[in-house]
Each structure stands twice: as structure tokens, then as C-alpha cells.
T-cell receptor, first 109, second 114 residues
């Protein structure tokens, strides 16, 4: 079993839909990262959070430390949101980053 | 744009050869981490350098080695290349050691080993 699990693996949506991507982890962490990877490989950091909730534009990230679960929400989705979204956790003891396998999102006009 | 650059963009090598990949971090970032991402997988941590010293290593053999220089550039060297080394190699810089800080990723180097 992977230490970081994401669901769903693949997601398709119509433009304008509300999207939720989930991340569960089984290890002690000091922080959780949400990353966006576009075709071609470049990765952009969207959020880093250790508690509560963060919002940036149409993106919202939440984390529940007790339940070891985080969600990434996209409101009013747009085709340009199409990408792979990756959840990664910073291990508490080593500060090493462990990545999930990603959620491939496709938003159609 | 994250301010982190990598070179080359693509590289083709044959089994047994050696390769050096380069990363230029954001100015002021004294921590660089290297990751290997196989097709369809999430990145795997190779190692991290902080102030020119190795500061943590993942489950990669010694033929994966690195260097970090005072000018915020770094290298990943892989000796005796194997077919399974074919992957996207990403570097990420941050302003503090560890990973409890926002990571700024480069665009990656895609290595193909034939």
C-alpha cells in the first residue's frame, strides 16, 4: 500500500463543474503539498498546508490532520485546469517528500 | 515560471553510459532536491543537498550522486545507466532545508536509456 493515495486516478468534467480531488496518507507529516503538472513535465506548487484551509483564486485546499486526509477543490472549472494534480507529504521525521501517483483531470468545453 | 531551470531538456543515452543533469536554482535558495519520475508515476525522492552537502537520500543506489555549487547550481550524475533509469528527472529548490517549505520545480530533463 502506498503511503500517499489519491482518488480518483482519472477525472473528466465539463467546463464550469466543481471538482474535488482527494488525498489520504498513512504517515506522520509536517506538511502537505498540492502540485500541478502539465504535459511536458513542469510542476507548479499550488499549496503547502499543515492545517485548516487555503484558497487561491478558484482553488481551495483543505486538510484534516486527525483523519490524515486532504482535498483539493476547483470551482468553476476551465479547460486550462486540465493537468495532473499531485499530492505530496513532507515526512515528519526526515522531511522527505513522498508523492502520490497523481489525478489526471480533463475539463472539456 | 518558477525561476528554476534544468538542462538538457531531453537526453538519449545507451546502457552503461554515464550522464550529468544540471539544475539552476532560484537565487537565494540553498536547498535543492532531485526526483525521478517514471512514466505514469509520481516523483520519487533521490536526494537533497543543503549548503553543498547531501542532506537526505531516498532508495537509490550509489551510482546516483550529486553536487551542489555555491552559485545555486547543482548536478545529478548517474553512472552505469540501466534501462530502468529512463524517466523524467526533476529538481526543486527551496529556501530552507527539508521539505516544509514551498518547492519550486524545474521543467525536468527527460532521459531515455536505450
Amino acid at each position: 500500500k502506498n503511503e500517499v493515495e489519491q482518488s480518483p486516478q482519472n477525472l473528466t468534467a465539463q467546463e464550469g463543474e466543481f471538482i474535488t480531488i482527494n488525498c489520504s496518507y498513512s504517515v506522520g507529516i509536517s506538511a502537505l503539498h498540492w502540485l500541478q503538472q502539465h504535459p511536458g513535465g513542469g510542476i507548479v506548487s499550488l499549496f503547502m498546508l499543515s492545517s485548516g484551509k487555503k484558497k487561491h483564486g478558484r482553488l481551495i485546499a483543505t486538510i484534516n490532520i486527525q483523519e490524515k486526509h486532504s482535498s483539493l477543490h476547483i470551482t468553476a472549472s476551465h479547460p486550462r485546469d486540465s493537468a495532473v494534480y499531485i499530492c505530496a507529504v513532507s515526512l515528519r521525521n526526515t522531511d522527505k517528500l513522498i508523492f502520490g501517483t497523481g489525478t489526471r483531470l480533463q475539463v472539456f468545453p | 515560471e518558477t525561476g528554476v531551470t534544468q538542462s538538457p531538456t531531453h537526453l538519449i543515452k545507451t546502457r552503461g553510459q554515464q550522464v550529468t543533469l544540471r539544475c539552476s536554482s532560484q537565487s537565494g535558495h540553498n536547498t535543492v532536491s532531485w526526483y525521478q519520475q517514471a512514466l505514469g508515476q509520481g516523483p520519487q525522492f533521490i536526494f537533497q543537498y543543503y549548503r553543498e552537502e547531501e542532506n537526505g537520500r531516498g532508495n537509490f543506489p550509489p551510482r546516483f550522486s550529486g553536487l551542489q555549487f555555491p552559485n545555486y547550481s547543482s548536478e545529478l550524475n548517474v553512472n552505469a545507466l540501466e534501462l530502468d533509469d529512463s524517466a523524467l528527472y526533476l529538481c526543486a529548490s527551496s529556501s530552507t532545508s527539508g521539505s516544509r517549505d514551498t518547492q519550486y520545480f524545474g521543467p525536468g530533463t527527460r532521459l531515455t536509456v536505450l
